[in-house]
């Protein structure tokens, strides 16, 4: 019976997922670097707290932190101003992402910009950016969603200031750092797609193998030389898995042939979430007494949707080119249980008070725009020679430039809102 729940809970989504998203992943193309014209930017205006005269000084500042503008909530509007970059201004972008140039040929989903309720998201502004990572070492840990949220942020970053490839290793560069000699900072890229260790899926393997109680230390042997991490994982938990913890097999999810129980993924996100929190805290949450400043900075982008709409090798697999207005749809179950998940761990983790973290919860923002996609343009012109009976589509990966470029923006947003707790 209780198998049987299961699987009519997560039949359907597996289903749907296995042949897209295992296709692509397994797209990765060589990174470039180009020189790009340097532009100038304004620096955005502080944000004005509220200010509560019958209180004391510290509750005064400590109410305004309170009652910062909740950036996750509100809607996506028109915006004439178009992205800071394009494929000329910038080498880094992924082949599979960069749709302008591959001939997506409408340009309306460039021109819209998140509207957060109680207030505005001030336009990404690189050189305030690169000042907050002075110094320091900023890690994108996690599967291609957050090298997709690296290579926008690299992208913006690079308007200011050009970084260079220091590094370079793994199958399809899965692992890179980028130095910016102006600020003496760093941006690297770990692939991890579980966070926890685990085998994955492949031609010749079926199912993932997850390791729950285990970091994965492709990332975690460098956590002393980061500053700041960034983690975003969730489309590869929904493929078939076995699931070890204390070394045995605790089920297992969509694992035809095998004898063991079904148990999801949901749970096992959270796992693997909370193993790699509480390994970030056990290396670095000793020292973090003085307010961050030798400690650790802790982002968890939750789950962003896909956008299949249809059959992921037709045309017209995500053809939508607007946004979704609020209301219009809601959230589907899967991913607003995916951020469900990854939210609890960051509040349980939160609560401990060792190592400062939040969540970049951008679910709800990137699930009202299905227009973002590259679907078919993940390929160069892919209609060159006439609409063929099949297409490869990407609705799940994210332009770029496009709505990803967001993310970054009220990352931004939540570095500056650290940086003056620094100061208070
Ligand atoms: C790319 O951006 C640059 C600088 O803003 C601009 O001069 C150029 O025309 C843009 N290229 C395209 C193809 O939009
Ligand atoms: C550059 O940044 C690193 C940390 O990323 C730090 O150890 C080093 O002292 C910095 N160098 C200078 C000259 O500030
Ligand atoms: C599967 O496991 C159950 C319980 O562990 C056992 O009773 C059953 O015989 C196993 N079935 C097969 C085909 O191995």
Redesign the pocket.
């Known amino acids: 019976m209780r198998t049987s729940h299961f699987f009519n809970k997560f039949l359907p989504w597996t289903i749907f997922y296995i042949l897209p998203v295992a296709m692509f992943l397994l797209y990765f193309y060589h990174l470039t670097l180009s020189a790009s014209p340097k532009t100038e930017f304004s620096h955005s205006k502080p944000k004005n707290f509220i200010s509560y005269s019958s209180l004391s000084a510290d509750t005064v500042k400590r109410k305004a932190y309170e009652n910062q503008c909740d950036y996750f909530k509100g809607e996506w509007i028109k915006d004439s101003a178009g992205p800071l970059y394009n494929d000329t201004t910038c080498g880094m972008i992924k082949e599979g992402r960069n749709c302008i140039k591959h001939g997506r040929p409408d340009t309306d989903y460039l021109y819209w910009r998140w509207k957060p309720n109680q207030c505005n998201l001030p336009r990404f502004d690189p050189n305030t950016f690169l000042k907050l990572i002075k110094?320091?070492?900023i890690a994108f840990v996690g599967d291609s969603l957050a090298r997709n949220q690296l290579e926008s942020l690299l992208c913006m970053l690079s308007t200011s200031s050009i970084p260079n490839l220091v590094y370079q290793n793994g199958k399809d560069n899965e692992f890179s750092k980028w130095y910016f000699s102006s600020h003496?900072?760093?941006v690297s890229l770990y692939w991890s797609p579980f966070l926890v260790q685990g085998i994955e899926k492949s031609s010749t393997r079926p199912n993932n193998e997850l390791y729950l109680d285990h970091v994965d230390e492709k990332w975690a042997k460098d956590i002393n030389?980061m500053?700041m991490i960034v983690l975003s994982i969730g489309h590869w938990f929904l493929l078939p898995a076995i699931y070890h913890e204390g070394g045995s097999i605790l089920g297992c999810h969509y694992c035809q042939g095998f004898n063991y129980t079904e148990i999801g993924f949901y749970g096992v996100l959270g796992k693997a979430v909370r193993t790699s929190l509480n390994s970030i805290i056990d290396m670095r949450g000793n020292n973090n007494n003085v307010k961050g400043k030798n400690g650790i900075d802790v982002i968890v982008t939750t789950f962003a949707p896909h956008h299949f709409e249809g059959d992921w090798d037709k045309a017209g697999a995500c053809p939508k080119t607007e946004p979704y207005k609020n209301g219009e749809k809601e959230v589907d179950g899967m991913s607003s249980d995916m951020r469900k998940v990854e939210i609890e761990e960051v509040e349980s983790a939160k609560v401990k008070g060792i190592i400062r973290l939040e969540a970049l919860d951008v679910t709800k923002l990137a699930f009202l725009r299905p227009d973002g996609h590259p679907g078919p343009y993940m390929n160069y012109f892919p209609f060159a020679k006439g609409v063929g009976k099949f297409v490869q589509n990407d609705c799940v990966h994210w332009c770029l430039p496009g709505p990803i470029d967001t993310w970054n923006e009220i990352f931004l947003e939540i570095m500056k809102k650290w940086e003056g707790q620094n100061k208070s």
Request: glycine fraction near 0%.
């Open positions: 110094n320091k070492h003496n900072a760093s030389q500053d």
